[in-house]
């Protein structure tokens, strides 16, 4: 069983910065479509941006555009996302979310859609951002 863990989730100020990781136990993401979403309390699990096997194109919800950044680092056989200009709504646990290797989608927005099936899940790393 693929296991993924996040990390890199903590307390912020408004306007500060963090980079989360996802890593899948001593194997490479490179060939997976790869998701991170995240959920507030009382509110429904949203996709925060994802990004495609076969070209890495992204995709990024409205809200995230300009301040979050979607990326591989194949060497470290990781997909990162590095959060800019965070604001208090962007406190929720993070979850990262993976494809079994070389599944094909031709729309990237389905990718972090919410009824899109991932076949494996994180455990979730919390980002709280507030004074």
């Known amino acids: 069983q693929l296991q993924l863990v996040e990390s890199g989730g903590g307390l912020v100020q408004p306007g500060g910065s963090l980079k989360l990781s996802c890593a899948a136990a001593g194997r490479n993401l490179e060939y997976s479509n790869v998701g991170w979403f995240r959920q507030a309390p009382g509110k429904e699990r949203e996709g925060v941006s994802c990004i495609r096997n076969t070209d890495n194109s992204t995709y990024y919800r409205d809200s995230v555009k300009g301040r979050f950044t979607i990326s591989r680092d194949n060497a470290k056989r990781t997909v990162t996302l590095q959060m800019h200009s965070l604001k208090p709504e962007d406190t929720a646990v993070y979850y990262c979310?993976?494809?079994?290797?070389?599944?094909?989608?031709?729309?990237?927005?389905?990718?972090?859609?919410?009824?899109?099936?991932?076949?494996?899940w994180g455990q979730g790393t919390q980002v709280t951002v507030s004074t």
């Open positions: 979310a993976a494809d079994a290797p070389h599944k094909i989608i031709s729309n990237i927005a389905a990718l972090c859609a919410p009824r899109y099936e991932h076949d494996y």
